[in-house]
Nanobody
Framework: QVQLVESGGGSVQAGGSLRLSCAAS????????MGWFRQAPGKEREGVAN???????????YYAESVKGRFTISQDNAKNTVYLQMNSLKPEDSAMYYC????????????????????WGQGTQVTVSS
């Protein structure tokens, strides 16, 4: 049974940092590619960051413009865990954050479309105060 469990959310002041973790179980993380999404109250879920596999070049990552240069996605296959390091946080980053996995068949390209992801975690709340 595939399970994704996020942790690391919390409340911080603007300019602060948080690192979110997503522990995967029931499958091998390296057989999929991972993404992070967020959803604020009254807004649609938006893709924040994802990893994908570039033939012969290895893993690569892609970010939404709103977080580029501030957030970093990374993955530890030995721990079956994916991370989202969030720096220089802003109040507009406040949301429920979700990790998600999509099957290997689509991992040759980047995707921040939630409809392309097959497995989801339950979310972890991030609140940034001004």
């Amino acid at each position: 049974q595939v399970q994704l469990v996020e942790s690391g959310g919390g409340s911080v002041q603007a300019g602060g940092s948080l690192r979110l973790s997503c522990a995967a179980s029931g499958y091998t993380l390296s057989s999929t590619c991972m993404g992070w999404f967020r959803q604020a109250p009254g807004k649609e879920r938006e893709g924040v960051a994802n990893m994908y596999h570039v033939y012969r070049d290895g893993d690569s990552s892609y970010y939404a413009e709103s977080v580029k240069g501030r957030f970093t996605i990374s993955q530890d296959n030995a721990k079956n865990t994916v991370y989202l390091q969030m720096n220089s946080l802003k109040p507009e980053d406040s949301a429920m954050y979700y990790c998600a996995a999509r099957r290997a068949a689509t991992c040759w390209r980047s995707s921040l479309l939630s409809t392309e992801y097959d497995y989801w975690g339950q979310g972890t709340q991030v609140t940034v105060s001004s």
